[in-house]
């Protein structure tokens, strides 16, 4: 489950009834669902923001390597 469907599903639970069928959202069951959902969400989010400062830090890494690839083409092409 990814974080929209999880939020999708968590607004859908936090009304009264289901509004399709009807049925009531406002029973332990649902609560305890509904717990479940919002701790899942939490883990997703916290995995994703750690995710993206991975990503952060390769692209920043990356670019370093870039930069001193290139400083080492330009004195490559001095030297010939
Ligand atoms: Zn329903």
Do not use: H, W
Request: proline share 1%.
């Amino acid at each position: 489950m990814n974080i929209k469907t999880l939020t999708d599903k968590i607004n859908l639970f936090n009304q009264d009834k289901c509004p399709t069928c009807g049925t009531s959202f406002s029973t332990k069951k649902f609560e305890n669902l509904r717990n479940q959902l919002n701790t899942l969400l939490e883990e997703k989010q916290k995995l994703d923001n750690d995710l993206k400062a991975k990503l952060k830090e390769i692209t920043d890494n990356n670019a370093g390597v870039m930069e001193y690839i290139s400083k080492i083409s330009a004195a490559t092409q001095k030297i010939r």
